[in-house]
C-alpha cells in the first residue's frame, strides 16, 4: 500500500537555525498538510496546500514557516529561525481529494520528531 | 467552528474484553468524523471514517464507531482487546467538505491492555 514518506525521522538544531523538513506524499496525492504535536498535547493543523499554493494556514505558521513543492514528488516545510517552542513531532500528510464530494481521507507519515537546542 | 472531546485520556481494558472510547463533537455543518490510531514511535493511521452514509461504520483491525446526531456522539469500539490494539486514539473532525479539508484533533485517549 502507498504511504507517505518523511525525512528525516529526528532532527536536532540549534535555536536560530533553519531547518526544512521534507516528505514524499502518495504520487496520486494532490492536497498535502503540515500537522504538528507538541509533546503531551494534540495534534495542531498548520497550513494546507493545493495547486502550488496554500490554501489555509492556522494561526501558528507565521512568516517563520513556509512550504513548498520543489519538484513533483517532494513538499517540505520549512522553519526559518527556529525557537525553542518548535520543539515538536511535525506530521505531514495528503489526500487526493477529487473534489467535494470525494470521501478520500488524510494519510499521514510517521513524522520528524524536531529538537531544538 | 468544528471540535471534538475525548472524556477519558487513559482506558484500560484486559485482553480479550470491549473497549469503549468516548468521543464527542461540536459542529456547525453536518461533519466528517474520524478514528485515527497512533502506536508509538508511529505516525497516524486512519482506523474508520464517517461521511454522511451508514450511522454504524466499520474500521480495520475489528474497530467500529456509531454515529448518534442527537447525542453528538462518535464512540469507538470493539467487542475483544487484542494486545496489538495497545495505542493511543484519535477522534477527528474535519473541518469543511473533503477534498482540502482541516482536520481538528481530539487529546487523544492512551488505550492499555492488560495481559
Known amino acids: 500500500e502507498p504511504e507517505v514518506t518523511q525525512t528525516p525521522s529526528h532532527q536536532v538544531t540549534q535555536m536560530g537555525q533553519e531547518v526544512i523538513l521534507r516528505c514524499v506524499p502518495i504520487?496520486?496525492?494532490?492536497?498535502f498538510y503540515w500537522y504538528r504535536q507538541i509533546l503531551g498535547q494534540k495534534v495542531e493543523f498548520l497550513v494546507s496546500?493545493?495547486?502550488?499554493?496554500?490554501?489555509?494556514k492556522s494561526e501558528i505558521f507565521d512568516d517563520q514557516f513556509s512550504v513548498e513543492r520543489p519538484d513533483g514528488s517532494n513538499f517540505t516545510l520549512k522553519i526559518r529561525s527556529t525557537k525553542l517552542e518548535d520543539s515538536a513531532m511535525y506530521f505531514c500528510?495528503?489526500?487526493?481529494?477529487?473534489?467535494?464530494?470525494?470521501?478520500?481521507?488524510?494519510?499521514f507519515g510517521d513524522g520528524t520528531r524536531l529538537s531544538i537546542l | 467552528a468544528q471540535s471534538v472531546t475525548q472524556l477519558d485520556s487513559h482506558v484500560s481494558v484486559s485482553e480479550g474484553t470491549p473497549v469503549l472510547l468516548r468521543c464527542n463533537y461540536s459542529?456547525?455543518?453536518?461533519?466528517?468524523l474520524f478514528w485515527y490510531v497512533q502506536h508509538p514511535n508511529k505516525g497516524l493511521q486512519l482506523l474508520l471514517k464517517?461521511?454522511?452514509?451508514?450511522?454504524l461504520v466499520k474500521g480495520i483491525n475489528g474497530f467500529e464507531a456509531e454515529f448518534k446526531k442527537s447525542e453528538t456522539s462518535f464512540h469507538l469500539t470493539k467487542p475483544s482487546a487484542h494486545m496489538s490494539d495497545a495505542a493511543e486514539y484519535f477522534c477527528?473532525?474535519?473541518?469543511?467538505?473533503?477534498?482540502?479539508?482541516?482536520?481538528?484533533f481530539g487529546t487523544g485517549t492512551r488505550l492499555t491492555i492488560i495481559p
Open positions: 500528510a495528503s489526500s487526493s481529494g477529487q473534489g467535494v464530494h470525494s470521501n478520500q481521507p488524510q494519510h
Open positions: 504520487s496520486n496525492h494532490l492536497y
Open positions: 496546500f493545493y495547486n502550488n499554493e496554500i490554501s489555509e
Open positions: 459542529s456547525s455543518y453536518s461533519p466528517s
Open positions: 464517517y461521511t454522511s452514509a451508514a450511522t
Open positions: 477527528v473532525v474535519s473541518d469543511q467538505n473533503f477534498g482540502n479539508e482541516k482536520l481538528t
